[in-house]
């Protein structure tokens, strides 16, 4: 099983429309990283948190450390949020890496 | 001005033969690292440098030589490229090992073997 799972694995919305995006992690972290990946394929960081909850334009990011959880939400959701969402956390027991989720497709329909 | 960038975007060729993809980064960090995204787009660490020092080293097959000639640099060397290697690869940097560090991304390069 992987350190590091996403849920869903594909979402589809109506442009408008309130989106969550889930991550859960089994290793210990000192922070956890959420990426945007477009169709065309680059990888943007959108947030980097070790504790609470951070917000930048529509997106919003949280993390619940004694859960071992996050989550990512998107109000307003507009056609040019259609993304690959990803989760990764540095992992600080053993080989201290980041360690990624497998994504989370969002389609946001005009 | 691109911040972390790589060389090619694409590359197509044959089972067999040796390539290299190069990044450089224009940002002054002091971490560079390798990334491969899989076909089904799950991402995996290959290598991480410091400051030119090899110190992220993943089980990945002694064909694949990462070279770091200095810090904004860090290129990848892959010999008798096989069918699997099909992928696209990621270099990504950060200010220092990356702890609690954004990281930045180039375009990725995307490797096909024919």
């Known amino acids: 099983k992987n350190e590091v799972e996403q849920s869903p694995q594909n979402l589809t919305a109506q442009e408008g429309e309130f989106i969550t995006i889930n991550c859960s992690y089994s290793?210990?972290?000192?922070?956890l990283h959420w990426l945007q990946q477009h169709p065309g394929g680059g990888i943007v960081s959108l947030f980097m948190?070790?504790?609470g909850k951070k917000k930048h334009g529509r997106l919003i990011a949280t993390i619940n450390i004694q859960e071992k959880h996050s989550s990512l939400h998107i109000t307003a959701s507009h056609p040019r949020d259609s993304a690959v969402y990803i989760c990764?956390?540095?992992?600080?027991?053993?080989?201290?890496?980041?360690?990624f989720g497998q994504g989370t497709r969002l389609t946001i329909n005009p | 001005d691109t911040a972390v960038s790589q060389t090619p975007k694409y590359l197509v060729t044959q089972m067999g033969n040796d390539k290299s993809i190069k990044c450089e980064q224009n940002?002054?960090?002091?971490?560079m690292y390798w990334y491969k995204q899989d076909s089904k787009k799950f991402l995996k660490i290959m290598f991480s440098?410091?400051?030119?020092?090899?110190?992220i080293n993943e089980t990945v097959p002694n064909r694949f030589s990462p070279k770091s000639p200095d810090k904004a640099h860090l290129n990848l060397h892959i010999n008798s490229l096989e069918l699997g290697d099909s992928a696209v690869y990621f270099c990504?940097?950060?200010?220092?090992?990356?702890?609690?560090?954004?990281?930045?991304f180039g375009d990725g390069t995307r490797l096909s073997i024919l």
């Open positions: 990504a940097s950060s200010q220092d090992r990356g702890r609690n560090q954004p990281q930045h």
């Open positions: 290793v210990g972290i000192s922070a």
């Open positions: 948190l070790s504790s």
């Open positions: 990764a956390v540095w992992r600080i027991q053993g080989a201290q890496k980041l360690v």
């Open positions: 940002l002054g960090h002091d971490t």
């Open positions: 440098y410091n400051n030119k020092e090899l110190i």
